[in-house]
């Protein structure tokens, strides 16, 4: 009951903070440049600020306390957020972002349960799974559409491994994600900008890393995959796209998910719900084999079908003009470079 109520207060506060952070964006100039008109990018920032709220009242209070992990957990993810708040105001390089985000990492990491070298492969997964979601921001509501399914995942993980603190934060992130997405979805009144994904992208890998400590580590490899399989993809999907055409890997281009889809006629919003679904089906199989519901082979197909789709979206042209134009494309479109 008070958990609910936890998450209903992260939803209408993260609302509330969106259209209210709105104005001061735009008059301050955070905006990501669109075709016919500036977006606004603070959207993230109200779901940190809202999830923040959330949690630090419910650990004062004793209504809904984090414990001492899940709380130096959070407060990690808050600096990874500001490292995100900073690139959306002036350009950051790409290693002082992922620098950080590896540091706050490394303060995470269950390193009892791990050992180092799982250690120091659970940092590299967790500043890959948080690339991975800065990636997705590049059409409206994708990064708060999969987050909110992937939060939900790794929430029932943590909630079957009782870990209480650990579910109701997750439980609060998904609530403030869905307030978030009464702005973005398409049309979008305002972007999530890169405070919001990388601080998603962290706390979800971040709480993943945690639920499956003291688990085997080739099943534990194949359930992270599957929470995180679109994310995932989309990385794979433009570094080999960038490798093969001889493009410089940082540099920003059409060639996500959701561009090479939007090529092949899909709506923004029919990309959103694909992309989506495709979260659903990979959370759903990880947490089934979590619990061991399903077997560990069971994340192989996720795996196959990340890679179908990855080979298949490969042969998409993202570079050269488009092939068709919906009658939807417009002034209120908006689907990254990035």
Partial sequence: MLYGIAATTALLLAAVLTALLRAPAL???IVDRRRHRPLP????????LAVGLVAGVGGWTGVAPLGGEVGRLLVAGAGVAVLGLVADVRRVKTRFLFGGTAVAAALVVPYRETGVLGG????GWIVFVAAGFRAL??????VGTVGVVTAFGVGACAAAEVMDGLAVLLSVL?????GFLMYGWHPARMAFGACGSLFTGFVLAAAAVVTRAGHELTSSVGVLFALT???SADVVLVVLSRRLSGRPLLRRGPDHLAHRLRRLGLTPQGVTVLLGAGAFCGVLVGVLVHLGWVAESGVYWVGAGALV??????RVKSYGPRRTVSPQVGAQLRVRNG
């Fill in 27 to 29: 008059r301050l100039g």
């Fill in 41 to 48: 990018v603070l959207g993230g920032a109200a779901v940190v």
């Fill in 120 to 123: 120091l492969l659970a940092v």
């Fill in 137 to 142: 921001d590049h059409a409206d509501t994708l």
């Fill in 174 to 178: 998904a609530a403030a994600l869905t």
């Fill in 229 to 231: 399989a679109v994310a």
């Fill in 309 to 314: 789709v990855v080979l298949a979206l490969l």
